[in-house]
């Protein structure tokens, strides 16, 4: 699997939360706080599992101190650099 550019990974976690809270994707900011997405605690975990499944990637519980889906999208990124090598 080739490691995606962090835009694929904002790109395809935008995506997920569009579908998730049927939202239009356009709509959505890489600054938009979650929780202004409509996302609570359970949401942002689903979208972690779904991004670990997506990405092929586990992400660390330490790791999940996220705002915002940039946040989310960098993370992501960075894991799947790491654990695709």
Wanted: aromatic content about 4%; cysteine-free; hydrophobic content about 45%.
């Amino acid at each position: 699997m080739t490691t995606p550019t962090l835009d694929e990974v904002a790109q395809a976690l935008s995506q997920m939360v569009a579908d998730k809270m049927d939202i239009d994707v356009a709509s959505i900011q890489a600054d938009s706080s979650l929780q202004s997405l409509g996302l609570d605690s359970l949401d942002i975990f689903d979208l972690i599992f779904s991004a670990e499944d997506h990405f092929k990637i586990k992400v660390p519980n330490d790791q999940i101190k996220i705002e915002t889906l940039h946040d989310v999208s960098v993370l992501v990124h960075k894991l799947t650099v790491e654990q695709n090598k």
